[in-house]
């Protein structure tokens, strides 16, 4: 891929999209780390997720995340799938210690212990939330309600509450800067520059 060509920032915000030098096309900066990264960029991040395993996906995927850079995880993703069962919450909630040994010798994903068995533990919690109406109802329940400005900010106050109300649950691994992400990659809000070209293509809450 080409460089990128910087363009000034839309609104004053201080934060300007990237234009692709192959396709003309304004991007988030982010987006040009490689390929994968923008192809992610372009078809997934900010659209939203319908369905217990999307939503127990997207929420593994970012625990593990956490110090790392997203392009890690993606490479990483179809062996997240793999072994964690398609993020079938009722599957990984019955992996047992030997299971998460068996993990961590895996080198395809990221072998870290604390995450594992946070993955581990989040699943029995999404199995036990069901009772309430589903880890979908409830991460739905804190989706911000004004404007965010986009990639201006780490945390918001809905990412806070909805930390604590996981954590109430049982979950772990799941703090405000985790949170802010996730609802970024689920377009609880959109997440994308004023004038990057996927701006507003995501639809306003509801399935994708």
């Not at 300007?16 to 900066?29: E, H, I, M, T």
């Not at 604590?164 to 990659?185: I, N, S, Y």
Request: charged share 25%.
């Amino acid at each position: 891929m080409t460089g990128p060509a910087r363009v000034e920032a839309v609104g004053g915000e201080g934060l300007g999209a990237v234009r692709g030098a192959d396709d003309d096309l304004l991007r988030c900066p982010w987006a040009y780390g490689s390929a994968m990264e923008r192809d992610y960029h372009d078809a997934e991040w900010g659209e939203p997720v319908s369905g217990e395993a999307a939503w127990f996906e997207r929420l593994t995927l970012e625990a593990f995340q956490s110090g790392l850079s997203w392009r890690t995880i993606l490479a990483k993703r179809p062996a997240f799938r793999e072994v964690f069962a398609g993020f079938d919450a009722d599957v990984v909630a019955g992996f047992t210690e030997a299971d998460v040994e068996r993990l961590l010798s895996d080198a395809r994903i990221v072998r870290n212990r604390a995450k594992v068995t946070a993955a581990v533990v989040n699943a029995r919690a999404v199995v036990a939330l069901r009772e309430a109406g589903g880890l979908e109802e409830l991460v739905a329940a804190y989706r911000p309600g004004d404007a965010v400005v986009p990639q201006a900010q780490t945390t918001s106050t809905e990412s806070v509450a909805l930390s604590r109300a996981l954590k109430k649950r049982g979950f772990t691994f799941v703090g405000p800067t985790t949170m802010h992400a996730l609802m970024e990659a689920t377009g609880m809000f959109d997440p994308h520059l004023y004038d990057c070209h996927r701006r507003g293509v995501a639809p306003e809450g509801g399935a994708g």
